[in-house]
Every structure is written in structure tokens, then in C-alpha cells.
């Protein structure tokens, strides 16, 4: 792999199709998935978009309850994999490289009542690409996404590339997260963001509100999040997809550290 393969933002599309080709499965944390239920209620007419989907289980997660989704990734392994785990009503795959090409027709500002993007934030440009998002998505939409954050998880702002033989040599390049100083930026200009502690380092991140002024009396901020306790909504949560049978774990949310609004 030469220097001029390994954009900044993250790896080739050759990279991520002999990463894909490797059968490394994607995992969900069972209280991200009950958070998610809890704090977006998914339901049947939302129109939704996920980025940097890749096999595309969370796709068909969110297509399992309803929403109407198509799932965007540059790695044509991976959608090739996503198309092969069978079709659903409602359930889209495309190929577009996120950062270097044009915004597809089909992202119409103001249509959207939902984006996500599970760990592909790192590799996207964030402050640019949630412009776009802001403005794709409804006055009453909602961004989610999962990453990681901490130095510890060979985050943007440490790591360093490390190329040999045309191959990738450090398998971190795969798992990049952000700089807890680059993740305090991520939300500025929504007017609610909310963000979540999961295990291993991984947070979730809600925003909306986008371009409109700060809440007055913020109903979101930072919680840390553990599994095995009763939700806090007291409905019942169509099962995941991808889990084990009877798998009950809820999340309970408690607060950590107030964070309010970003301005």
C-alpha cells in the first residue's frame, strides 16, 4: 500500500474489502441497542439513512423495526456481503465514498427523521459531514452514532500509520476512535446533544435540533450507561436482531457529568 492509498481520514476501500473479505463480524452491545430503543422509539414511516454501514446489520436492525433505510459504505465487499444476507421491505444499500464524492440524489435535505453511523465517524470528516446531516435530516430528526473515545483506543490524534509490504501492519487502523478533545466538538451548532458511556471505551451520541438555538432547560447531557437494570420507559422493545434469544438486558441511565449544550 502505498502513501497515497492511506487518505487521512482513514483507510482505502481495498483496505476495508480485504478487512470485510477476513469475516470479522460486527458486535452489538445489547444496552446500546435497548438505549437506542428507548431514547429514538424506531417505528414504522421513519425515513432513515445509515452511514458507513458495512455488512449492514445494523441496517437491518433498524429495517426489523419498521424504518425505511438505505445503508451507504464504500467497501463494495461489504455491501456485496449486506446484500447477501437477504432482502426486507424497506432496506436499500449503495456504494458512495462519504468523504471524496458528491452527495447522492437520493439525500434530500429536510426528508430524514433519522442518520446513524456506527463507528465510522473517525474516518468521516465530522464536522463537515454533520453539516450535511443537519441538513438532511427533519427539524425533529435525530443523528446516533457509536465510536469509540480516548487515547487509549488509537484515536486520530496518536496513531500513527504503519505500512509494510502492501499491507496494512497495525490491525488499530481498523478500530480508530476520537481524542476525548476531538469528541467535545462533535455537536456544536445542534441545539440538544446527548451522549451515553458504554463499555470498552465506546460511547453513544445523540444530536437534533440542528442550526436552532440552545434549549433553554436541556433534557439531555452525559450518562453512563450498565446493563442488567430495569429501562427507564416502561414499554415493551421489539426484540434485536443478531441476539441471543431471550437476551433482557436494559440499560439504566444515570448521570455522570452534566455537559449540557454545546454553543
Given at each position: 500500500m502505498t502513501a497515497t492509498i492511506l487518505r487521512s481520514q482513514g483507510l482505502s476501500a481495498a483496505d476495508w474489502n480485504r478487512w470485510t473479505a477476513g469475516g470479522r463480524p460486527a458486535v452489538f452491545n445489547p444496552a446500546e441497542t435497548e438505549l437506542f430503543q428507548q431514547a429514538v422509539v424506531p417505528r414504522p414511516?421513519?425515513?432513515?439513512?445509515?452511514?458507513?454501514?458495512?455488512?449492514?446489520?445494523?441496517?437491518?436492525?433498524?429495517?426489523?423495526?419498521?424504518?425505511?433505510?438505505?445503508?451507504?459504505?464504500?467497501?463494495?465487499?461489504?455491501?456485496?456481503?449486506?446484500?447477501?444476507?437477504?432482502?426486507r421491505e424497506g432496506l436499500s444499500y449503495a456504494l458512495w465514498d462519504i468523504v471524496a464524492d458528491p452527495i447522492p440524489p437520493h439525500l434530500v435535505p429536510g426528508t430524514f427523521d433519522l442518520v446513524t453511523c456506527r463507528h465510522g465517524l473517525p474516518y468521516l470528516e465530522p464536522g463537515r459531514l454533520l453539516t450535511d446531516v443537519g441538513r438532511w435530516l427533519k427539524p425533529d430528526g435525530v443523528f446516533f452514532a457509536l465510536l469509540r473515545v480516548g487515547e487509549a483506543t488509537g484515536s486520530r490524534s496518536t496513531q500513527r500509520w504503519q505500512v509494510h509490504n502492501s499491507e496494512v501492519s497495525d490491525e488499530a487502523l481498523f478500530h480508530l476512535g476520537l481524542s476525548e478533545a476531538a469528541f467535545s466538538t462533535i455537536g456544536a451548532g445542534w441545539a440538544r446533544r446527548e451522549v451515553h458511556h458504554l463499555d470498552r471505551g465506546l460511547r453513544t451520541i445523540l444530536l437534533s435540533g440542528y442550526g436552532s438555538p440552545p434549549d433553554p432547560a436541556p433534557a439531555l447531557?452525559?450518562?453512563?450507561?450498565?446493563?442488567?437494570?430495569?429501562?427507564?420507559?416502561?414499554?415493551?422493545?421489539?426484540?434485536?436482531?443478531?441476539?441471543?434469544?431471550?437476551?433482557?438486558?436494559?440499560?439504566?441511565?444515570?448521570?455522570?457529568?452534566?455537559?449540557?449544550?454545546?454553543?
Open positions: 414511516g421513519m425515513n432513515a439513512v445509515d452511514l458507513a454501514c458495512g455488512t449492514g446489520r445494523w441496517t437491518r436492525q433498524l429495517a426489523s423495526w419498521g424504518v425505511a433505510v438505505t445503508g451507504y459504505d464504500y467497501s463494495d465487499e461489504a455491501l456485496r456481503q449486506a446484500e447477501a444476507a437477504g432482502p447531557g452525559d450518562y453512563r450507561v450498565s446493563a442488567g437494570f430495569a429501562a427507564t420507559r416502561p414499554r415493551a422493545a421489539p426484540p434485536a436482531l443478531d441476539q441471543p434469544p431471550g437476551h433482557r438486558a436494559r440499560p439504566q441511565r444515570t448521570p455522570a457529568v452534566q455537559t449540557g449544550l454545546l454553543r
